[in-house]
């Protein structure tokens, strides 16, 4: 059989057009193929997330499929991104600063200035935008949060929603935060409902990992060898922290002890382990947040359960990407994929001084009391709650820097990055100490983040831990 005959998409014809078509050539534009062997790129961003949260970064919170990326890869324990959701986004999809990208703030604050109008510059182009000119497949999936609200609805323009920005497929959410349970959901580029229902068991991480496995077997089925980018940016753990009993009540009883006490487990695991550098001292506790032995036993009885929902809910969010990286190796792949997992910012301290069982009180200024959240302790984390924990336990969770998400102090900005890449990398269970932020990653050679790494016992630098 005649070979076909090709040339270059976008470049003049190559075949022959004579008087008849027996005396013709066809040819056929092909679009640019990536290089042979080029890797995979896999992106996983979680939510609110501290420095402290994940098992590999010295926590109790299980998270097998996380410590499993960190010990074959590198754990990156000087890495800065904003302290805030949409602009380290932007940063992320662009290599450029936020400002300069005009989301200095989340798009919910976006004002009509310089740096804060929300609306990334077509030529400051996407990451996905650049990899699908050089022959990959692009997916997004989860949350979005880089669309203005005027520009959300299914009659808006498009112009900045993922489809628009160089991805080929989208699921997910494009606001900054959803309903776990019943989540306002896009499919591409039209509003769907969930599948099913919590009732029959629905719950967002487990859909967001069974469509990123559909787009990757739709994908395998006609491009065996195309390489792919894919973005998969988590709800979790931003409130509302919404997880089945099952993964709560693993939990329980576990932080009775309070947040004073594990900061203090979590720090010691953190030195041993060598995840701070030697000299690293633990920074104080701010005195809005109360000492544990302290606070009266209602007080305890709210604030332990709400870390049991939490930790539960990021041990789910691991199980289902774990379902998502699991299928990655069985394709053969996932030694030349990088995978790159961070969070976008501290953890969160939203919830205020007790928690809320309601996430929504926070931006109304609405500050619910103990007796309040007691009432409808057994339903925190239900279908029926959309909670967010006490800001004791985001100080705690960013362990063992100061403050939290929205300040630009350590445990604002401070987060974990974990770069997982078996083919491109030697280094296995290691941290890299060079400083680090979004708009400067994406620029680095792999060489350079090889030569560079130093393994955790050895790092220095420890005065930029200190309080």
Same mark, same amino acid.
């Not at 300069?100 to 400051?124: D, H, K, L």
């Not at 606070?295 to 041990?315: C, M, T």
């Not at 030349?336 to 926070?362: K, M, P, R, W």
């Not at 009432?375 to 006490?390: A, C, I, M, Q």
């Given at each position: 059989?005649?070979?076909?005959?090709?040339?270059?998409?976008?470049?003049?014809?190559?075949?022959?057009?004579?008087?008849?078509?027996?005396?013709?050539?066809?040819?056929?534009?092909?679009?640019?193929?990536?290089?042979?062997?080029?890797? +995979?790129?896999?992106?996983?961003?979680?939510?609110?997330?501290?420095?402290?949260?994940?098992?590999?970064?010295?926590?109790?919170?299980?998270?097998?499929?996380?410590?499993?990326?960190?010990?074959?890869?590198?754990?990156?324990?000087?890495?800065?991104?904003?302290?805030?959701?949409?602009?380290?986004?932007?940063?992320?999809?662009?290599?450029? +600063?936020?400002?300069?990208?005009?989301?200095?703030?989340?798009?919910?604050?976006?004002?009509?200035?310089?740096?804060? *109008?929300?609306?990334?510059?077509?030529?400051?182009?996407?990451?996905?935008? %650049?990899?699908?000119?050089?022959?990959?497949?692009?997916?997004?999936?989860?949350?979005?949060?880089?669309?203005?609200?005027?520009?959300?609805?299914?009659?808006?323009?498009?112009?900045?929603?993922?489809?628009?920005?160089?991805?080929?497929?989208?699921?997910?959410?494009?606001?900054?935060?959803? +309903?776990?349970?019943?989540?306002?959901?896009?499919?591409?580029?039209?509003?769907?409902?969930?599948?099913?229902?919590?009732?029959?068991?629905?719950?967002?991480?487990?859909?967001?990992?069974?469509?990123?496995?559909?787009?990757?077997?739709?994908?395998?089925?006609?491009?065996?060898?195309?390489?792919?980018? %894919?973005?998969?940016?988590?709800?979790?753990?931003?409130?509302?922290?919404?997880?089945?009993?099952?993964?709560?009540?693993?939990?329980?009883?576990?932080?009775?002890?309070?947040?004073?006490?594990?900061?203090?487990?979590?720090?010691?695991?953190?030195?041993?382990?060598?995840?701070?550098?030697?000299?690293?001292?633990?920074?104080?506790?701010?005195?809005?947040?109360?000492?544990?032995?302290?606070?009266?036993?209602?007080?305890?009885?709210?604030?332990?359960?709400?870390?049991?929902?939490?930790?539960?809910?990021?041990?789910?969010?691991?199980?289902?990407?774990?379902?998502?990286?699991?299928?990655?190796?069985?394709?053969?792949?996932?030694? *030349?994929?990088?995978?790159?997992?961070?969070?976008?910012?501290?953890?969160?301290?939203?919830?205020?001084?007790?928690?809320?069982?309601?996430?929504?009180?926070?931006?109304?200024?609405?500050?619910?009391?103990?007796?309040?959240?007691?009432?409808?302790?057994?339903?925190?984390?239900?279908?029926?709650?959309?909670?967010?924990?006490?800001?004791?336990?985001?100080? =705690?969770? +960013?362990?063992?820097?100061?403050?939290?998400?929205?300040?630009?102090?350590?445990?604002?900005?401070?987060?974990?990055?974990?770069?997982?890449?078996?083919?491109?990398?030697?280094?296995?269970?290691?941290?890299?100490?060079?400083?680090?932020?979004?708009?400067?990653?994406?620029?680095?050679?792999?060489?350079?983040?090889?030569?560079?790494?130093?393994?955790?016992?050895?790092?220095?630098?420890?005065?930029?831990?200190? =309080?």
């Amino acid at each position: 059989m005649k070979e076909l005959k090709t040339y270059p998409e976008g470049t003049p014809f190559t075949g022959t057009i004579g008087r008849t078509a027996g005396e013709s050539e066809p040819a056929w534009p092909v679009p640019t193929k990536a290089k042979p062997g080029a890797p +995979n790129v896999l992106v996983l961003l979680l939510d609110d997330v501290g420095f402290a949260q994940l098992g590999c970064y010295g926590s109790d919170i299980r998270t097998p499929t996380f410590d499993r990326l960190a010990a074959g890869g590198l754990r990156y324990r000087d890495f800065h991104t904003t302290a805030i959701c949409s602009p380290t986004r932007a940063c992320l999809l662009t290599g450029r +600063n936020h400002h300069s990208n005009g989301v200095g703030i989340i798009q919910e604050m976006a004002t009509g200035f310089p740096g804060y *109008n929300g609306m990334v510059p077509r030529e400051n182009g996407f990451l996905s935008e %650049m990899l699908l000119q050089q022959g990959y497949a692009t997916f997004a999936v989860g949350k979005w949060h880089l669309t203005q609200a005027g520009e959300s609805a299914s009659g808006a323009s498009k112009a900045r929603w993922p489809l628009s920005r160089g991805f080929e497929r989208y699921y997910g959410f494009l606001g900054g935060k959803t +309903n776990q349970w019943a989540p306002t959901l896009v499919h591409d580029s039209h509003y769907i409902d969930p599948p099913r229902t919590p009732e029959e068991g629905y719950h967002l991480n487990a859909d967001l990992a069974d469509h990123a496995i559909e787009f990757l077997t739709d994908l395998r089925t006609v491009a065996p060898d195309k390489p792919f980018f %894919m973005y998969y940016c988590l709800g979790a753990g931003h409130a509302p922290h919404h997880v089945e009993p099952e993964w709560s009540e693993r939990y329980r009883g576990q932080y009775d002890k309070g947040w004073d006490r594990w900061r203090e487990e979590v720090f010691a695991r953190q030195v041993a382990a060598g995840i701070v550098p030697p000299g690293t001292q633990l920074s104080p506790r701010p005195p809005w947040v109360k000492e544990w032995d302290s606070l009266s036993a209602d007080a305890r009885r709210l604030y332990a359960r709400q870390h049991e929902v939490f930790a539960g809910f990021l041990e789910q969010t691991d199980h289902h990407i774990g379902r998502v990286i699991d299928f990655l190796a069985t394709l053969g792949e996932l030694d *030349n994929t990088i995978v790159v997992l961070a969070s976008d910012n501290g953890a969160s301290a939203e919830g205020g001084e007790h928690g809320s069982f309601n996430e929504l009180q926070f931006p109304n200024r609405v500050e619910p009391t103990i007796e309040q959240n007691l009432e409808r302790l057994d339903e925190w984390g239900s279908v029926r709650s959309y909670p967010n924990y006490s800001w004791g336990w985001a100080w =705690a969770g +960013n362990t063992p820097l100061r403050r939290w998400k929205r300040y630009l102090h350590q445990g604002g900005m401070s987060d974990p990055l974990i770069v997982h890449w078996p083919k491109g990398i030697a280094a296995r269970g290691e941290c890299a100490d060079s400083t680090c932020t979004w708009s400067t990653w994406r620029r680095r050679s792999w060489k350079r983040s090889r030569s560079s790494r130093r393994r955790c016992s050895t790092a220095s630098r420890s005065g930029r831990w200190k =309080a």
